[in-house]
């Protein structure tokens, strides 16, 4: 296990379309982050699992963005009628205990067309 | 919201010379986290500094923290055209250790 994979790289979609993407974390940490992030800014979060349980999310998350962690391995996010706005990077990140370092995946990026 | 905020917004310097970037954070912190991207894509963790620690090192890198302040500080010394990346600070958002909030970051262009 090299580290956190992320699936697709690039993603283009129309406005008003679905999308998906998969973060699989490094196998033995238990806790997964999903970050955004966009052009000349640091990333922001909008949410966090331990195992399969989502403790936390961002009140960036709005009603069209959904998360799930099956099982406690990967993750997926999913944004429902997408808007240009969510056109962004989209970063998953693990680790192994709270306080310890993340490792980041290398990022979706959106574009909403 | 934004916890930490990175100074200076960009800096380029030559090749062999020492870079200093520093970040300023509002809230008290178990840690502070530095990290590294370079354009288009993701994060690389580079050093964690506790709040009971005044100085950490890691090859050419050296940060400093100083809790009083609320700042840290990263020192690149004998920089390379590689190190040309955006570096950010990252503190826990007050009220929970699960969240990292990382401020706009610093532009670094090393020129060779």
């Known amino acids: 296990d090299t580290g956190v994979s992320q699936d697709p790289r690039h993603k283009i979609t129309k406005r008003g379309q679905n999308v998906t993407f998969r973060c699989d974390p490094i196998s033995e940490h238990n806790r997964l982050y999903w970050y955004r992030q966009t052009l000349g800014q640091g990333p922001e979060f909008l949410t966090y699992f331990q195992n399969e349980a989502q403790l936390e999310k961002s009140r960036l998350l709005s009603d069209r963005f959904s998360a799930e962690r099956p099982k406690g391995s990967f993750s997926t996010l999913e944004i429902q009628r997408t808007e240009q706005g969510d056109s962004a990077m989209y970063l998953c990140a693990s680790s192994l205990e709270e306080g310890r370092e993340a490792f980041f995946g290398q990022g979706t990026r959106l574009t909403v067309v | 919201s934004q916890q930490g905020e990175e100074d200076p917004q960009a800096l380029s310097i030559q090749e062999g010379e020492n870079a200093t970037m520093n970040c300023s954070y509002k809230t008290s912190i178990n840690n502070l986290q530095w990290y590294r991207q370079n354009s288009g894509r993701g994060l690389v963790h580079l050093i964690l500094?506790?709040?009971?620690?005044r100085e950490k090192h890691s090859g050419r890198l050296r940060v400093t923290l100083d809790t009083s302040k609320k700042s840290s500080s990263l020192l690149i010394t004998a920089s390379r055209a590689a190190d040309t990346a955006s570096y950010f600070c990252?503190?826990?958002?007050?009220?929970?250790?699960?969240?990292?909030?990382f401020g706009s970051g610093t532009q670094l262009t090393v020129l060779p």
């Open positions: 990252a503190t826990p958002l007050s009220g929970s250790a699960r969240q990292l909030t």
């Open positions: 500094i506790r709040s009971n620690e």
